[in-house]
């Protein structure tokens, strides 16, 4: 399947989870820069100038949160986003200055004298300090923003695959109920006591097709009885001469399948057998990881197969498509048409866990 493209800005919500986290990273974050870089850790004077580092770059890192990155960036005004930062950087490193030129003039004159002084100090704790927050938070803020989109992009994708398989697989059910009916309709013609019989059993199968294939996957043996009492039904209208083989394990153990997904291939022998002297051969075999599922058909005449199936392909169409979602890479499905026979060999994995088997591309 190609790549989607999915548009989605990432706007987080802030709860007091996401409120405690930032609380958490900003006390985290004014002890590891006041235990690192005060001469006496223990001073008020210290303290309150480490609290004016942090208060000062609390608002570059919001500002730069709340209004460049969702109104410049997050509409990909990249370059416009660059001198952003920068502008917000030298902003908040004068204001800085500022704030601390402001309280050490007040309670250390001296001191800042000699700070100020020297400028590549004076640079390099400001201008440094506050690009260093922003470019780390925002990097921070860039990877999460990352992962919640492709998330929210796997999401929505995986949506999308499992409503085509709802699709796929509600769109057997008109169409195995045409032929089932078909079936049903020439028998009255034929034997209308046997007609009458026939849908008693028909109830079985249609109510095994409003209720039975509603979850992911069905037991294997539940699925085989159905297609039994359908090939049964199909049975009735081709010719007493058609010879029907079943080659089944004499015991399941509850393996699972998904319902419906074999259903197509017995359609589609029944329709396409031969008219004179028909035989169709069923065989399952069943291992300790795969199912082995072979079906083969002689045909009718050459050059109406290919025709007929084009026509009303739609069951063959269907469950390829449905394999490829359910099992990507994991089944092997070889058909063969010669002018004797139609042959199907398909094989795959059992107790596969289908909810995560729906593969998403990746842009």
Request: aromatic share 14%.
């Amino acid at each position: 399947m190609g790549s989607t493209s999915i548009a989605y800005s990432y706007q987080p919500v802030w709860d007091r989870k996401r409120i405690g986290l930032h609380v958490l990273f900003w006390v985290i974050f004014f002890f590891y820069n006041h235990l690192a870089f005060a001469p006496m850790p223990f001073s008020l004077t210290n303290i309150i100038t480490t609290l004016i580092f942090i208060f000062s770059h609390i608002l570059a890192v919001y500002t730069n949160l709340f209004i460049l990155i969702p109104r410049i960036f997050g509409k990909r005004r990249y370059a416009l986003y660059v001198l952003s930062v920068i502008g917000l950087c030298v902003f908040f490193s004068i204001f800085l200055a500022v704030m601390i030129y402001s309280w050490f003039q007040w309670m250390l004159p001296d001191a800042w004298l000699g700070f100020s002084s020297d400028k590549e100090m004076f640079v390099g704790t400001f201008f440094g300090s506050t690009s260093s927050v922003v470019f780390l938070t925002t990097g921070i803020r860039m990877v999460r923003q990352l992962m919640t989109t492709e998330k929210r992009r796997r999401e929505l994708e995986k949506e999308k695959l499992e409503t085509e398989l709802m699709f796929l697989k509600n769109q057997l059910n008109p169409h195995f109920l045409f032929n089932a009916l078909n079936n049903i309709y020439f028998l009255i013609k034929k034997d209308p006591e046997l007609a009458a019989d026939t849908l008693a059993g028909f109830s079985d199968l249609l109510r095994y097709q409003l209720y039975g294939i509603n979850d992911k996957t069905i037991a294997l043996s539940t699925e085989m009885d159905f297609l039994k009492k359908y090939a049964d039904l199909a049975k009735l209208r081709k010719k007493s001469s058609l010879n029907v083989q079943w080659d089944m394990p004499s015991s399941l153990n509850g393996q699972q399948i998904p319902p419906l997904i074999l259903l197509p291939f017995i359609e589609n022998a029944f329709k396409y057998v031969a008219h004179e002297d028909g035989w169709i051969h069923i065989k399952t075999d069943i291992t300790t990881d795969n199912l082995h599922f072979y079906i083969a058909n002689n045909v009718i005449e050459k050059g109406d197969l290919k025709n007929g199936m084009e026509e009303g392909g739609i069951g063959l169409s269907n469950v390829r498509r449905r394999l490829e979602l359910l099992y990507p890479r994991d089944y092997q499905l070889n058909i063969q048409e010669t002018k004797e026979a139609f042959k199907v060999d398909l094989t795959l994995p059992l107790n596969a866990n289908l909810n995560t088997k729906v593969e998403v591309s990746h842009t």
